[in-house]
């Protein structure tokens, strides 16, 4: 289905939204990380606005902004093989900003649960886990600069465990975030997927 069909049907229910917003992001500087065969990325989404607040709730997005920005969920992707790779877990977390000089060590009792890898129905070739960190990522664009994240994760496939410290450099980006849709889940399923399956665009 096409976007424009699908934010047609969006707009005409009370639970559905559409957002057209600038956001001030992090993107990754160079390319994704290998552990025990998968490939490991890090991914912020903003949750604030230059503007006001803006609040979600039962899937609404209750305002509208120009322009989005930290404080951000944050999340550990990885990328792996179907029928081979398992799980992740992310031991220890630290953050140092460059601007600001901020830098510490992330609450590790709000980590070490395993994130399990899923197949996608449109991608069967790969599998996904997706490591949701606890919390929000306290940081700004524009008075932090870079971000440097140090993680200490492990995979785990059918074979055997790694585990691994890597880093990932964050840089300050600003972009579009056109057609922010927020579905329900009734009406993913009438698309014939699953909730988790749908890729989510505020992702960075």
Known sequence: MRVAAIIAIALGLSNCASLIAKKNTYASEGPSVKING?????????????NGSMAFSAMIVSSAVAT?????????????????????????????????????????????????????KDQPSISRARYEIPGLLKVDSATDGKLTILADVSVFTKE????????????????RADEFIILPVE?????????????DPSWD
Request: charged share 30%; net charge positive.
């Open 38 to 50: 998968a490939t490991v990325r890090m991914q912020v989404n903003p949750q604030g606005s230059a």
């Open 68 to 120: 989005l920005e930290g404080p951000f969920r944050w999340r550990l992707e990885a990328v792996g093989t179907p029928g081979v790779h398992q799980s992740v877990v992310i031991h220890r977390l630290h953050t140092t900003t460059e601007k600001s000089k901020r830098s510490g060590w992330y609450p590790a009792e709000k980590l070490n649960r395993r994130a399990d890898f899923k197949t996608s």
């Open 160 to 175: 055997r465990r790694e585990r691994k410290l890597v880093r990932f450099h964050l840089d300050p980006q600003q972009k």
């Open 187 to 199: 009406i993913v399923k009438t698309f014939g997927k699953d909730w988790e399956d749908m890729e």
